[in-house]
C-alpha cells in the first residue's frame, strides 16, 4: 500500500495545483494533516476517493465542522494516527511520541510545521512539510510504503516554490 503524506497546503481556491495533483494520483491513499484551508480545496482533495484527513488551525469554519482534530485507521495491520498540531517544534518530539503511544499508532502524522520529519523509535513519526507553502525547507510530501509488515518511508520533493530563505541562501551559495 502506497500513502502520500502531506499537510499546510493552504489553498485558497478549488483548484489543486497540476504539480501536486500529478503526484498525489500515484497512490493509494493521501494523508492530508490539515491546513486545506479553503473548504473548495478540501473538497477537491476528497474527491480523489483516497483522503484521510483532519482539519488545521487555519481552515475555514465548513472544514472544521466535517473534518476531526484527530483520525486513527489501519492499513495492512498498521495502526496509523494523523493530527494537525502535534508539536511546536522539531526539536523535541517527546510529546509527539506519547500522544502517538496515547492514541496506540504505529504511525503518527502530523501538520502545522511546514518543514519535513521523519523519526523512528518505538513509533514512526512523520511530519510531511508542505508541497505549496514551505518553511525553511523545498516543497515535499512524505511517501509512505507499507508491505508484509514493513513500513519504509522518505522525503520526497515536490516542484514548487521553495521557501524565501531557502532561495535566498542558494543565490548567497552561487555567490550572487
Given at each position: 500500500?502506497?500513502?502520500?503524506?502531506?499537510?499546510?497546503?493552504?489553498?485558497?481556491?478549488?483548484?489543486?495545483?497540476?504539480?501536486?495533483?500529478?503526484?498525489?494520483?500515484?497512490?493509494?491513499?493521501?494523508?492530508?494533516?490539515?491546513?486545506?484551508?479553503?473548504?473548495?480545496?478540501?473538497?477537491?482533495?476528497?474527491?480523489?476517493?483516497?483522503?484521510?484527513?483532519?482539519?488545521?488551525?487555519?481552515?475555514?469554519?465548513?472544514?472544521?465542522?466535517?473534518?476531526?482534530?484527530?483520525?486513527?485507521?489501519?492499513?495492512?495491520?498498521?495502526?496509523?494516527?494523523?493530527?494537525?498540531?502535534?508539536?511546536?517544534?522539531?526539536?523535541?518530539?517527546?510529546?509527539?511520541?506519547?500522544?502517538?503511544?496515547?492514541?496506540?499508532?504505529?504511525i503518527l502524522i502530523f501538520g502545522h510545521l511546514h518543514r519535513p520529519l521523519i523519526e523512528k523509535s518505538d513509533v514512526l513519526l512523520?511530519?510531511?512539510?508542505?508541497?505549496?507553502?514551505?518553511?525553511?525547507?523545498?516543497?515535499?510530501?512524505?511517501?509512505?510504503?507499507?508491505?508484509?509488515?514493513?513500513?519504509?518511508?522518505?522525503?520526497?520533493?515536490?516542484?514548487?516554490?521553495?521557501?524565501?530563505?531557502?532561495?535566498?541562501?542558494?543565490?548567497?551559495?552561487?555567490?550572487?
Amino acid at each position: 500500500m502506497r500513502i502520500i503524506a502531506i499537510s499546510d497546503t493552504h489553498i485558497e481556491t478549488g483548484v489543486i495545483p497540476k504539480y501536486l495533483a500529478d503526484v498525489i494520483g500515484d497512490y493509494d491513499i493521501i494523508v492530508h494533516a490539515g491546513d486545506f484551508t479553503s473548504y473548495e480545496c478540501y473538497k477537491e482533495f476528497e474527491a480523489t476517493g483516497k483522503l484521510k484527513a483532519v482539519h488545521g488551525n487555519a481552515d475555514h469554519a465548513p472544514i472544521k465542522q466535517v473534518l476531526p482534530e484527530k483520525v486513527t485507521f489501519e492499513v495492512e495491520g498498521m495502526k496509523i494516527g494523523i493530527v494537525h498540531e502535534g508539536a511546536l517544534s522539531l526539536n523535541d518530539t517527546t510529546a509527539l511520541r506519547y500522544l502517538a503511544l496515547e492514541m496506540e499508532v504505529d504511525i503518527l502524522i502530523f501538520g502545522h510545521l511546514h518543514r519535513p520529519l521523519i523519526e523512528k523509535s518505538d513509533v514512526l513519526l512523520i511530519c510531511p512539510g508542505s508541497p505549496t507553502k514551505p518553511r525553511m525547507s523545498d516543497p515535499c510530501a512524505v511517501e509512505i510504503e507499507i508491505k508484509d509488515g514493513k513500513i519504509s518511508s522518505e522525503i520526497i520533493e515536490i516542484v514548487g516554490q521553495s521557501c524565501d530563505y531557502i532561495e535566498y541562501s542558494r543565490k548567497l551559495a552561487e555567490g550572487k
